[in-house]
C-alpha cells in the first residue's frame, strides 16, 4: 500500500485542522492504520491508531480527548481531525500501515511497514 498525507498548514493555538492520508491498493481495509508525529530535535512518537473496521481506535494520552482518527474504507482514506491544538503540537504528522498489529504493540513503530512522507503542522502561539 502507498500512503500520501495531507492537510497540514500553519494555525493558531486553539484552532482546527484535518489530516487526511490517501492509499492506493486494493487492501486499504485489511489494515491497521496510524498516525505519528516527530518535532524537531525529538524522536518520532505514536498519536493515534484505529482497527481495520473502524471501530477501536487508540490515543497518545497527550492529545486524547483533543484528536480524533477515522477512517472510510470506501474512499480508502484515513484522517485525524485536530482540535484545540497546542505549540506543542507542532511537528511532521506521518500516516502509517500495518498487517497483523496486535493490542500491546499497536503504539510502536516497528507494527507499521508502510509509511507516507508526513505532512508539516504548525501551531502558533
Known amino acids: 500500500v502507498q500512503l500520501q498525507a495531507s492537510g497540514g498548514g500553519l494555525v493558531q493555538a486553539g484552532g482546527s485542522l484535518r489530516l487526511s492520508c490517501a492509499a492506493s491498493?486494493?487492501?486499504?481495509?485489511?489494515?491497521?492504520m496510524g498516525w505519528f508525529r516527530q518535532s524537531p530535535g525529538k524522536d518520532r512518537e505514536f498519536v493515534a491508531a484505529?482497527?481495520?473496521?473502524?471501530?477501536?481506535?487508540y490515543y497518545a494520552d497527550s492529545v486524547k480527548g483533543r484528536f480524533t482518527i477515522s477512517r472510510d474504507n470506501a474512499k480508502m482514506t484515513l484522517y485525524l481531525r485536530m482540535n484545540s491544538l497546542k505549540p506543542e503540537d507542532t511537528a511532521v504528522y506521518y500516516c502509517?500501515?500495518?498487517?497483523?498489529?496486535?493490542?500491546?504493540?499497536?503504539?510502536?513503530?516497528?507494527?507499521?511497514?508502510?509509511w507516507g512522507q508526513g505532512t508539516l503542522v504548525t501551531v502558533s502561539s
Open positions: 491498493g486494493r487492501t486499504f481495509n485489511s489494515y491497521s
Open positions: 502509517a500501515a500495518g498487517q497483523g498489529v496486535i493490542l500491546s504493540t499497536v503504539r510502536s513503530q516497528a507494527s507499521y511497514g508502510y
Open positions: 484505529i482497527r481495520r473496521s473502524g471501530g477501536v481506535t
